[in-house]
Each structure stands twice: as C-alpha cells, then as structure tokens.
C-alpha cells in the first residue's frame, strides 16, 4: 500500500498563487509516476499534471499549462504542484495519486492510477 497526504489547499484571490504538497509513504514502485488530478461535485476527475519519479518528466493539461508547475523532491518523497495565476475556474478538490502497477499507460487517465490521496480543497475567489 502507498498512504498519500496532499496539503497547502485553501481560499485565494484570482491571480493568487498556491503551492500544494503530496508526501508518499510505504510501498514504493520502481518505474512510477506522480499525477494531480482535480474534481468538481457532479463533474469527472480531470487531470492536471503528472511527473515522473526517475527522470523528472512532467506532463500537462492545457488548460493548467504555462501556470501550474509540478516538481518532485525524492529524498522527501514528495511531489509539489505550484499553481500560479489562479482563475475562478481552478476551484477544485486537487488529489494527488500514483501510476504504480500500471506505470507506462496513459498518464491522464485516472483509471490508470492505484493509489489516491484524501484531497485538498482549492478555492480561488473572483
């Protein structure tokens, strides 16, 4: 089993700026991947970002691209998503999960992640 726990969510002004947190423990994978995924009430999960643990390789969503940086710090074993230049629209539970067993299929996939953080609630004010 791998526990995720995401922090640093909270209530910004547009414009504002982020930093969310997701410290892994317990079971590691060899060749894994780090995703942040984000979910409304009544909405699908969408994917944000995604990096993975060996080679630091970042993925994106187009509509986070150019604001949201995703880094990983390995001996923390912890992976960061720094949201930049928040919209209304970025309002969101922001999970963070792993792509273990599954590691190589589609990174914005979340059917292809096995284990998922609690969530961190994102809300930026207009």
């Known amino acids: 089993q791998v526990q995720l726990v995401e922090s640093g969510g909270g209530l910004v002004q547009a414009g504002g700026s982020l930093r969310l947190s997701c410290a892994a423990s317990?079971?590691?994978?060899?060749?894994?991947?780090m995703g942040w995924f984000r979910q409304n009430p009544g909405k699908e999960r969408e994917f944000v970002a995604a990096?993975?643990?060996?080679?630091?390789?970042?993925y994106y969503a187009h509509s986070v691209e150019g604001r949201v940086t995703i880094s990983r710090d390995n001996a923390k074993n912890t992976v960061y998503l720094q949201m930049n230049s928040l919209k209304p629209e970025d309002t969101a539970v922001y999970y963070c999960?792993?792509?273990?067993?599954?590691?190589?299929?589609?990174?914005?996939?979340?059917?292809?992640?096995?284990?998922w953080g609690q969530g961190t609630q994102v809300t930026v004010s207009s």
């Open positions: 999960a792993v792509q273990g067993s599954r590691f190589g299929t589609d990174i914005d996939d979340d059917d292809d992640y096995d284990f």
């Open positions: 317990g079971r590691t994978f060899r060749n894994s991947a």
């Open positions: 990096i993975t643990w060996s080679s630091g390789r970042t």
